[in-house]
Structure formats: structure tokens, C-alpha cells
């Protein structure tokens, strides 16, 4: 067995405003994994084209991920940031990853049951294949550790197939089984609305979320108009069973304090949601507001946001392109 070097890729879509659940489910826990491992960070354009996106939008929400990753931690001197567009060599491999993934692995990918809605018909070939991108992402770098949100655990599975069918097929050693890294009380953070669903971008309810660039009054309102039920907090976890939306709070409450679930609920036991809510709405004021200035801060340096995007494509397309060319050999491309 190859013994490969450890390294840590991530990515987020720049396709709408960066929210809590990335910071909690995401990027909040990739700031430690600079001082111990390799770290790639990625803003994936090309898969955020999977659904429209109007241009001029799709340029500043890549500049908003990146100020939004450097404003809760992720250090361009530590870490390479870059935009996927910018190193071809993502497209290139993912389309290899086409012709290995096969069909029916595709067809059990939830991601994209639930993208495409009842109108499957409609939606593109490229939010079909999205998964093999995001494989390519990840092995032409042959990464081995990927933390990420539960959601995408599927897709996680999907990238170790296709690494293990590829190095099968071409009898060679030659890409890492790939780690999944899901940690934290807020791997799945849901909706502020519907305790049943996932916190995401993409919602069109405004109150469903808390995006990063929401300022204090905004962040504490949506906290308080969060939904909940008439019941009080109970002294235990289990107390919470079928209670989606209180469930939820918990979760958010305990990922932003450093604390468990469990210790938060013991807390609040026999109390109503009012207390809990303001003291909720507090702490999250306090976490996410100098994360908020410094996003803002950023975004009105867009000369330094497109150097550091720069100079991470440059470092990343050093180590791709190599490692691409490997790839290309193995495969039989003729290079004269
Ligand atoms: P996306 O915004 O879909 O590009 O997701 C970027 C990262 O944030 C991925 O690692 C996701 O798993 C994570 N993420 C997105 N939404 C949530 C959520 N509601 N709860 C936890 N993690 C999330
Ligand atoms: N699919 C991921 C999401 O929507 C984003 C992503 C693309 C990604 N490529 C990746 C995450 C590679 C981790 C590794 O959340």
C-alpha cells in the first residue's frame, strides 16, 4: 500500500449568502485543521453553474466565500484559497471521473433527487454529474481528509468508488481512500422555519437562515422569530424526541458555546423558549458579529480578495497539474 500524505480539501459554492450551517457544519472546523494538516480550500464556481446563476451575482458571491472564509479563520498564508474555475485541471479530471462513475451510483445521489425536485427532466446534465466534480476536486490533489457537513456524506462515498473502480481498472495504487471528516453539534443545522429541513443558501424564505453578512438586529430577530412549540425545555435530550425545531435550537446553541447538546438542555429544563431564545440570540450576536465586520470589511477590498484568489489557483494549479499528467498517462492519452 502507498502511504499518502496528509492533506485536507474542502470546498463551498458561491450560489447565495454563506449561512450558519456552513460556518458550523463547515468552515468553523477547518480554521484548527491548518496547524496539523495540508489545507486546500476551494470556492467551487464551476458547481455552482449546476443551477443558474446570473454573472455579475456568481462574481461576488465568489468574493463573499472567500472574505467569508478568511473572516471566520481560514489563513491564506496557511492555507491555499482559490476559485475552482481557475484551475482547469478540475474540469479535466472530472470529465475522466464520467466515464468510471457509472450511471447507477449517480441515480441513488439524494443531493440531487432533492435539487432537481418532481421536474428531474429540466434539470441539468451537470447537477447530474456534480458528485464526479466534486470527486475530481478532492483526488487531483489526492487528498485524504475532507470535513465537510453530513449532507454530504453521500457524495463523500461516491468519491471513494470512484477511486477505488479507477485504480482497479488501471491496475495501479494510485489514489488515497479518502476520509470523510463530520464533527461538532452542528453537522446538520436546519432550517430556522421547518426543523426538517437543512438550513441552506438556497431557501427562499429569508428567515429560514442566518447568513453571514446579516448584521446584529437582523441575526438577533430571526433567532427570536425562530419557530418552536408551546412545550418547556426538557431536562433531557430524549425529552426533545419529535420536537424538530427545538431540537434544532439546542444544536445551535451548543455548536456556537463549545458545549454539548446535552449540557445546554439540562440548563433550560422546565423553562419556556423566551429565555433561552434571548440568551441564544445573544450568544450568536457574539459569535457571528466580528466574523460579520470582518466579511464586510473584506468585501470592500476586492483588489485583495482577487490576489489571495489568485495566488491560491497559482499554488493549487502546481500541485494539479503534475498529478493530472499522472493521471493522463495511466489512462493511455498520447503525449508526444
Ligand atoms: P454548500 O453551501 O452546499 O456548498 O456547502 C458547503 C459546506 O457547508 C459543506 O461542507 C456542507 O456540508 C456544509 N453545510 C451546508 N449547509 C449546512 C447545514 N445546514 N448544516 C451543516 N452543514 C452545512
Ligand atoms: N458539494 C459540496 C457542497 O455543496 C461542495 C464541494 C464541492 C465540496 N467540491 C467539494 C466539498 C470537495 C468537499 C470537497 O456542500
Known sequence: MTSFKQRVFSGVQPSGNLTLGN??????NWVGLQD?????????????????????TLRDAT???????????????????????????????????????????????????????????????????YPDLMAADILLYKATHVPVGADQKQHLELTRDIAQKFNNDYKVDFFPSVEPLIFGE???????????AKMSKSDPSENSRINLTDDRDVIAKKIRKARTDSEPLPETLEGLEGRAEARNLMNIFAALSDQTAATICQQYAGQGFAEFKSDLADLSVEVLGPITDEMRRLMGDKAYLDSVLREGASKADAIARPILKEIYDIVGFLRP
Open 186 to 196: 452542528g453537522t446538520r443545522v436546519m432550517s430556522l422555519r421547518d426543523g426538517n
Open 23 to 28: 460556518y458550523l457544519g463547515a468552515i468553523r
Open 63 to 129: 468574493r463573499e466565500v472567500a472574505a467569508g472564509m478568511i473572516a471566520c479563520g481560514i489563513d491564506p498564508k496557511k492555507s491555499i484559497l482559490f476559485n475552482q474555475s481557475q484551475v482547469s485541471a478540475h474540469a479535466e479530471l472530472a470529465w475522466i471521473f464520467n466515464c468510471v462513475a457509472r450511471m447507477g451510483w449517480l441515480n441513488r445521489m439524494t443531493q440531487f433527487k432533492e435539487k432537481a425536485g418532481k421536474n428531474s427532466e429540466r434539470a441539468s446534465v451537470g447537477l447530474y454529474v
Open 36 to 56: 496539523t494538516h495540508e489545507t486546500i480550500f476551494c470556492v467551487v464556481d464551476l458547481h455552482a453553474i449546476t443551477t443558474w446563476q446570473d454573472p455579475n
